[in-house]
């Protein structure tokens, strides 16, 4: 998800050329699945305004499908005008945060999940933010996020993201939450969403493989954040997540070289240093005795 | 180890007094066992050359016990002179890195352990460099490692350490060779040394802790690097480390801001922010319904 979570809290406002490359950069890597834009208000997030354009510009290739996050029917509709594969939509799982990041209350918004869910015609994911913890809550109860993916899978949902979207979950969570989450709503996919705001998002994604997970996301280069929590940083970097599946005997279709080349660039497009460590440090290093 | 593999790769030379204060700002922490120094040639290592003045200078609190770095007898006989609780023998598993880092091969340093171990009354421990993967090498043959941890307990190592020293392993890999070590070293408690320098170094602290490993090196702020290995970076942050055991249900009798707060300030004296991230993000956030 970096051209949408990767890119949406940064300042320097990115062309849509350097979106579409940004996409066909994944593409190329290996990645099938890109959720690539938000059809939200252009005046709360600017970052995604163009994101029709984006969307004509991205390479279709057989097997990638593009995934766009919408919150009201009106983003629904642009989505599917658009042509994505899939939509995604957010619950915050805590009532503070949900006001502050999309104007209602968790349970207002699962009845909009409700409505999104009924008048759309292809994949729809529901992602549950704030699931490890809340920036103005503290702990988020996680009663209250297996009830809501009892809600999600309630309305027809193919597949439900649990994400630490302010980077303060550790492992044991990850393993509580998924074993609540499955008993909650059987059956439906699980997906993960880390942030690395505090050393723990690559231990969480590892810990979620471990339970069977199959779906994490992570973003190019590691940039990322929310617009409306304080101190968000960064998502899980793509190449940084591929370098420790792929050494731990994992395949991914994805070469972690081709990402990593591609955080570098984007670093170089938003002026500043990726978070991501693979493209400074390199892989693995290869025999070289001297 | 802050003071001691935390500093020794920096270009800017700390003084004697702001090593002591890293030092009792880890105390006054709560941690009660610091690697504080190395007796190696302060032409090999200049930020080092003080380790007799730092000794001098550390608290001397009870229940604190301080440990020096030490890989031949001249280095032993300064460190009994310096008065540290224990000394630590580094033995690289590779031969190409084990003559670069300390001029002689893995064998013949298993030879100098041997003949310091014999010259040593207090607690000795060996930390195996590379045990996950060699600059020069590429692959370390865990069976390798293995052997090394055998003949470290024969001559009589009170702990031994599985380093990680250019931050390439992975979880999988913490897993394996505990087993191994402790199959070739019954007895003996395991400590491990990680580096976050592709990201996995906490997830592999945290797969050690699951493991039963008890003992863990860290470094205030995430500081350090080897001087002989290309693109070292830091170890992993003693604060973020805390976070991560804090917030999964572990005590630790330290502080996570205490230490939060040493990395911010060691920052300072070292003119570059620390890679940690507690410092910048924070802890859990507690409870502010607005």
Same mark, same amino acid.
């Given at each position: 998800m970096g051209p949408r979570d990767g890119l949406q809290n940064e300042d320097v406002l990115v062309s849509t050329a350097d979106k579409i490359e940004l996409v066909a950069r994944s593409v190329a890597a290996?990645?099938?699945?890109?959720?690539?834009?938000s059809f939200v208000h252009p005046g709360r997030?600017?970052?995604?305004?163009d994101a029709e354009a984006v969307m004509a510009g991205v390479p279709r290739s057989e097997g990638v499908s593009y995934i766009g996050l919408v919150l009201n029917r009106r983003g629904l509709d642009r989505a599917l005008a658009a042509g994505v594969d899939e939509v995604n939509v957010v619950v915050v799982a805590t009532d503070t945060f949900s006001v502050k990041n999309q104007g209602v209350t968790t349970d207002r918004m699962l009845e909009v999940w409700d409505e999104i869910a009924a008048a759309t015609p292809i994949r729809k994911s529901v992602t549950i933010a #704030?699931?490890?913890?809340?920036?103005?809550?503290?702990e988020t109860p996680p009663e209250r996020v297996a009830e809501i993916a009892r809600r999600a899978a309630a309305a027809g949902a193919s597949e439900i993201a649990l994400a630490d979207t302010i980077g303060v979950g550790v492992p044991a969570q990850v393993r509580d939450l998924t074993r609540r989450v499955r008993a909650a709503a059987p059956g439906i996919p699980l997906r993960f969403h880390f942030h690395n705001t505090r050393n723990t998002g690559y231990a969480n994604a590892l810990a979620a493989v471990e339970e069977g997970v199959t779906v994490l996301d992570a973003a190019t280069g590691g940039f990322g954040g929310c617009?409306? #929590?304080?101190?968000a940083t960064g998502n899980i970097a793509t190449e940084d997540l591929l370098y420790a599946l792929h050494r731990s005997?994992?395949?991914?279709?994805?070469s972690e070289e081709v990402v990593a080349a591609a955080g570098t660039w984007l670093g170089g497009v938003l002026g500043k240093p990726a978070p991501a460590l693979l493209g400074r440090a390199g892989g693995f290093p290869s025999e070289r005795t001297s």
């Open positions: 290996g990645i099938t699945r890109i959720e690539a834009v997030v600017p970052q995604m305004a #704030a699931s490890f913890g809340c920036p103005f809550e503290g617009p409306f #929590a304080p101190a005997g994992a395949r991914t279709g994805v």
